[in-house]
């Protein structure tokens, strides 16, 4: 049976914890904002979401060799997860974004 690393532990503990108050935070505040505008700021939220993930995955591997995208010893493999998993928040930003650019756009006229 394999040891446990505690440190390993914390650390999937505490990014849980984190990202689940931060979708818990967001959608709390977004519960008051309907239409197309609420829709956009969940999508653009979700964007900051993943793109936090990232983020904290970028620092715990370099300081702690912990990482939750980059799952496999074969390093094209952890490259291309890697870079999929930032083009996917992204691509939710930019929708986000394009939402909201479309809405403006329509008041104009």
């Given at each position: ?84 998993f ?14 909201l ?9």
């Amino acid at each position: 049976m394999e040891e446990v690393n505690i440190v390993e532990l914390i650390m999937y503990f505490a990014t849980a914890l984190i990202i689940g108050g931060v979708v818990y935070s967001l959608y709390i505040s977004m519960a008051g904002i309907g239409g197309v505008i609420g829709r956009a700021l969940k999508i653009i939220g979700v964007g900051i979401i993943l793109l936090s993930l990232y983020a904290l995955d970028s620092v715990f591997n370099n300081l702690i060799d912990f990482s939750f995208i980059r799952m496999t010893d074969n390093v094209l493999a952890n490259n291309i997860l890697d870079h999929a998993f930032l083009q996917i928040s992204l691509l939710f930003l930019a929708w986000g974004l394009i939402t909201l650019t479309r809405m403006v756009k329509s008041f104009k006229k």
